[in-house]
């Protein structure tokens, strides 16, 4: 076990069994994000740090077609995933592989080497070297394929007060927000010939930005 799967396991192993009732008050925008995947009939959907397996259910659930993938550096937090992947009657469409964002084989893990969505909600706030997951994920699209961004935002239009109070609150938990993602995901864009849109919510709290792969892209 790795140092990252060891931190995740101490601090989930409890929590993942309250996370997702108490998750829904601030970890906004997520179900705006699975609303614009809109992956092709029969495409194949990557949610890379799955957490509880909340967002999966939600996009298998949301698109019937879709062949959906989620990989978590935390065992703990998987076999709570694997749970609800259960309970929702989803198995056959969702499968789970334990594995680090920041090193991972899609080939190995799960037989496929690109995706046609691939969604990062709420991780990257949390991984140390996440501009280098981030450049590494848009690598595993598909021509077409769209690389969905949901995290806490720049916070430019919240009162100086609040920021401070969040702020503190999430460091409490290993969360850092990463004010210069749109910046990163711009940089990759420029880089590698995508498309980047990327849209501030709720005066900035969070941020949903996509990086898109031209059809064309080998």
Not at 6 to 19: G, P, V
Not at 40 to 69: D, H, K, M, W
Not at 72 to 99: E, P, Y
Request: one cysteine or more; proline letters at 5%; charged letters at 20%.
């Amino acid at each position: 076990m790795t140092a990252a799967a060891a931190a995740m396991d101490r601090m989930y192993r409890r929590q993942r069994h309250i996370y997702d009732a108490s998750r829904k008050f601030y970890l906004l925008g997520r179900d705006a994000a699975i609303d614009a995947l809109k992956p092709p009939a029969g495409g194949s959907v990557l949610e890379i740090g799955c957490g509880t397996g909340r967002n999966l259910v939600r996009i298998a659930s949301t698109y019937p077609q879709a062949r959906c993938f989620g990989l978590d550096v935390s065992a703990a937090m998987l076999d709570t995933a694997a749970r609800s992947v259960s309970r929702a009657g989803s198995s056959a469409r969702i499968r789970l592989a334990c594995a680090d964002a920041t090193d991972f084989d899609p080939l190995a893990l799960f037989g496929r080497p690109a995706f046609d969505r691939i969604v990062i909600s709420y991780a990257l706030s949390m991984i140390p070297p996440w501009e280098a997951v981030l450049a590494e994920s848009a690598g595993y699209l598909a021509p077409g394929g769209e690389l969905h961004v949901v995290d806490f935002g720049g916070q430019e239009g919240l009162p100086g007060p609040f920021r401070a109070v969040l702020n503190r609150w999430l460091a409490a938990f290993s969360v850092t927000p990463r004010m210069t993602l749109a910046d990163a995901m711009a940089g990759i864009a420029a880089s590698q010939g995508f498309v980047c849109t990327v849209r501030q919510r709720y005066r900035g709290y969070s941020v949903h930005g996509v990086l898109s792969r031209r059809a064309g892209l080998d």
